[in-house]
């Protein structure tokens, strides 16, 4: 484990803290043909090196599989990645440089991830529970408020596409953990913070109907995320 956390550390070093937004854009335009693709991966052989005290007697078979397939991986990204599908090759990108880290790790240590083991009833109704947050929930709140419609929410304004979704999604998973991690209290200051931002709108609004559609919503969006926490403690007490 020791040898994988060094090499995802010259990882995260080469690929997010050195690596300016300019050789990133340059790479995209270019491909192949960037001298930036060659410098960073560069940087990555160099980040490499001194995290492995230049042991490269040692390490030079790990050496070579992790530059040579990064540079794999890079160069499959800059090719098939297209505008629209940027944010999904980003992840499929570490994704697969995390692989190559393992199997480069497994060279020289017992490095095993066994599904078995991570597959246990513990992290299956944690998943479940997750799930319900982000999904379900989603659902059961659109279910309830559709049968509202405030006359005053336009469908072009000058709110971000489907922000609104992925507030609430990241809203109920904080609540969620929250109540799990027994912080209580964060969950006063989440709502605070909401009411907060939400105020400036409500206030320049001046619709009753409004106000109360937002109130149904984030009420409903916080209470789910709450007795789903409260379910899943409950739950856990059996297992």
């Known amino acids: 484990m020791l040898l994988f956390l060094k090499f995802l550390l010259a990882h995260i070093l080469g690929d997010f803290v050195f690596q300016p937004e300019k050789w990133v854009n340059d790479k995209e335009k270019k491909k192949v043909k960037s001298l930036y693709l060659y410098f960073h991966i560069a940087l990555h052989a160099l980040s490499l090196l001194i995290i492995l005290l230049f042991d490269l007697q040692q390490y030079w078979l790990g050496f070579l599989f992790i530059i040579a397939s990064h540079y794999s991986i890079d160069l499959l990204k800059l090719y098939l990645q297209k505008k629209k599908t940027k944010r999904i090759w980003f992840f499929i990108d570490q994704v697969l440089h995390l692989f190559m880290l393992m199997i480069a790790a497994s060279f020289y240590e017992d490095?095993?991830?066994s599904i078995e083991n991570t597959i246990t009833e513990k992290t299956l109704l944690l998943l479940i529970f997750?799930?319900?947050?982000?999904?379900v929930s989603a659902i059961i709140i659109k279910i309830i408020i559709?049968?509202?419609n405030p006359e005053s929410k336009k469908e072009n304004d000058d709110s971000l596409a489907k922000a609104g979704r992925y507030i609430g999604i990241l809203e109920r998973l904080f609540v969620f953990t929250f109540v799990i991690t027994n912080h209580w209290e964060s969950i006063g200051f989440l709502l605070a913070a909401k009411s907060v931002f939400r105020?400036?709108?409500?206030?320049?609004?001046?619709?009753r109907k409004l106000t109360e559609y937002i109130l149904i919503g984030t009420l409903?969006?916080?209470g789910f995320a709450v007795f789903l926490?409260?379910?899943?403690?409950?739950?856990l007490n059996f297992i």
Do not use: R
């Not at 400036?200 to 619709?207: A, I, N, Y």
């Open 220 to 222: 409903l969006s916080f």
């Open 229 to 235: 926490g409260i379910l899943y403690l409950y739950l």
């Open 146 to 148: 559709t049968q509202w």
């Open 199 to 207: 105020f400036g709108d409500l206030t320049s609004s001046k619709d």
């Open 111 to 113: 490095f095993q991830l």
């Open 130 to 135: 997750i799930l319900m947050v982000v999904f």
